[in-house]
């Protein structure tokens, strides 16, 4: 029902319950390939019916807005193989702001860090976790789950690695994340290891470290996350009654989530369930844009760059691993890429967090990437967009902290005195009524 397939070119297929990160035979990226013919004797009423059902179901896996599509994530798997940690299931909301800056139709937010360790990375692990342990409960020889992170990786696998007792192995690069982010997959009791280099030299390591039997890369060169990730698009759709948007904008670094958008809405569409897929629109930032430099070549070829420091520390990637895919996903969506500066990024933060958001970099430079579409000429008046929100604001809020109380993250930016203008440190006063009263009559005049 579903299986692993070469798309390097080669085609072979595998066994989808074996440890495999790459094709055997030609070493390129491997996807999972669902068999569609049984899915579509279903009626799109029909599963509309089973979705719309298990909304209000009692039991867990059909609360997980991930497990909630099991047939269309990952058939052969049985219920009692499944690791859920409460994934999914995120509020889609309007951003009125927004909208009416750019003129737009609708623009909303799908708030996939509203999650258990606060980013979308939970909707892939809780897959990739439930394989790896039911393909050991079934023989395999699995020892380890072992990832590169640029922190939100680290966190989900950790998290889902302790719930079902799975040892796991987090290569870091040293002094690049955030305490916030550190801490998650040091309480979940995994082993970090912070390597002296850059993210892609982690990624490196580990590709090689996988190697060995036992092994179980949590990356998601892995196309299991990607199987979860999907689930996004499944939860954007119905979330609007599945009328699709005419855009969907994401955060991307390494470009496995903007692939997984691109297979959730394409198997919608097979299913009968929509009409079409929404444009993609991949969304980087200067500092580490080797996908929009490609896009402006044409989507010919991926030329990697040394990624530099952003505020968006988790799509810091100068060689991403699904590079193939994401040219697929942008070809078969007539996708877009966008890339923003580190300014234009920090005052769409700043302004979204005044609209009461509070925004994770990422999701910034995703809401700035629409300003970007504007200013391309890609929006009218009944234009509809989605951004996808990868992480909870919380976990980076040191460079909000830096922000608000007069530096920046990083060192030497400049800052423009309107944006400057926005910085809210919290006011001394002395803890008596009288002054408290009249501070507060001026601020309020
Ligand atoms: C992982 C991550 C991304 C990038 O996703 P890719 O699939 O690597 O493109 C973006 N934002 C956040 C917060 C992330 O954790
Ligand atoms: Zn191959």
Request: glycine content about 8%; aromatic content about 4%; overall charge negative.
């Amino acid at each position: 029902m579903a299986h692993l397939r070469c798309i390097s070119g080669c085609d072979g297929v595998h066994d989808v319950f074996q440890p495999l990160f790459s094709c055997p035979t030609c070493g390129g990226l491997v996807d999972v390939a669902h068999d569609l013919a049984p899915l579509q004797q279903h009626a799109a009423e029909d599963w509309r019916a089973r979705i719309a059902a298990r909304a209000i179901s009692p039991s867990p896996i059909d609360q997980s807005g991930v497990w909630a599509f099991r047939e269309w994530v990952m058939p052969g798997l049985r219920d009692d193989e499944i690791v859920t940690l409460g994934e999914g299931r995120t509020p889609l909301l309007d951003v009125p702001h927004l909208q009416k800056s750019l003129g737009a139709g609708r623009v909303q937010l799908k708030q996939c860090g509203q999650s258990l360790t606060g980013s979308f990375k939970d909707l892939g692990m809780t897959v990739l976790v439930s394989m790896a342990s039911a393909m050991k409960g079934r023989g395999a020889d699995v020892r380890a789950l072992v990832c590169a992170s640029t922190g939100d990786t680290s966190a989900a696998l950790a998290a889902y690695g302790a719930r079902v007792g799975l040892p796991v192995i987090v290569l870091l690069p040293a002094g690049k994340i955030s305490s916030a982010q550190l801490v998650q997959p040091v309480s979940a009791q995994a082993h970090v290891l912070a390597l002296d280099g850059d993210f892609d030299a982690c990624m490196k390591v580990v590709q090689e470290v996988c190697r060995l039997p036992g092994m179980f890369l949590a990356n998601s060169k892995n196309p299991l996350r990607l199987e979860g990730q999907k689930t996004v698009a499944f939860e954007i759709a119905a979330q609007r009654g599945f009328a699709v948007p005419d855009f969907v904008l994401v955060p991307s670094g390494n470009l496995g989530n903007v692939a997984a958008l691109a297979s959730g809405f394409s198997l919608l569409r097979d299913l009968g369930l929509t009409d079409r897929v929404p444009r993609l629109v991949a969304c980087q930032v200067d500092a580490a844009n080797p996908l929009f430099r490609s896009y402006e070549n044409g989507l010919q070829a991926l030329e990697a760059v040394t990624a530099q420091p952003t505020h968006a520390s988790a799509i810091r990637i100068g060689d991403p691993v699904s590079y193939p895919r994401a040219q697929r996903a942008l070809r078969e969506t007539d996708g877009l890429v966008t890339s923003v500066s580190e300014t234009d990024l920090l005052a769409t933060m700043v302004e979204a967090d005044a609209h009461g958001l509070f925004v994770c970099p990422h999701t910034a430079a995703a809401l700035a990437g629409t300003k970007a579409l504007s200013d391309l000429g890609q929006l009218q008046k009944d234009t509809e967009l989605v951004v996808v929100s990868t992480a909870h604001g919380l976990k980076f809020s040191p460079q909000k902290t830096a922000f608000h109380d007069g530096g920046s993250e990083l060192d030497g930016m400049d800052i423009p005195p309107e944006l400057a203008a926005r910085r809210n440190p919290p006011e001394a006063l002395a803890a008596d009524t009288a002054i408290v009263r009249s501070r507060i009559e001026a601020l309020l005049a």
